[in-house]
């Protein structure tokens, strides 16, 4: 999706101040005809992950995370095969997850789906959780 909005450079801040390199923005996911784009490519040490900074800012927090989700899968799916070394993550602020993600029916869906998120604070510009 790549480029998504307010947090972008607050996201970018907070992987560079928790020692991630930035090795690619955007990161290109390409596999056959297909090409799928997230924010930024990472590295620190060994581990390599992408990362898309979620949107909910529509008039529907659900579309908003219908859609994201979807992307979420498109763009894992072809991960496994064209990037298997990476993790994919979706930040999001930390308002945002301590608010609307933690209702029951999005958790659920969460954990079944097996989605891994990057928590940040937009004023400190910190990463202050990871969500495996």
């Not at 609307?100 to 869906?109: D, E, H, N, T, Y």
Request: glycine share 6%.
């Amino acid at each position: 999706m790549s480029q998504s909005g307010d947090f972008y450079e607050t996201v970018r801040q907070a992987l560079d101040k928790d020692g991630w390199t930035i090795t690619a923005a955007p990161f290109v996911v390409e596999y056959e005809d297909l090409r799928l784009f997230a924010d930024f490519g990472a590295a620190k040490g060994a581990r390599s992950i992408v990362v898309e900074v979620g949107r909910f800012n529509g008039p529907s927090f659900i579309g908003d995370f219908h859609k994201i989700t979807g992307w979420y899968y498109n763009c894992r799916s072809l991960m496994f095969e064209a990037a298997p070394e990476s993790r994919i993550y979706l930040a999001v602020s930390r308002q945002q997850w301590e608010g609307k993600f933690q209702r029951p029916a999005i958790q659920v869906i969460i954990a079944n789906q097996k989605i891994c998120f990057l928590i940040f604070d937009p004023l400190t510009q910190m990463i202050v959780k990871w969500v495996e």
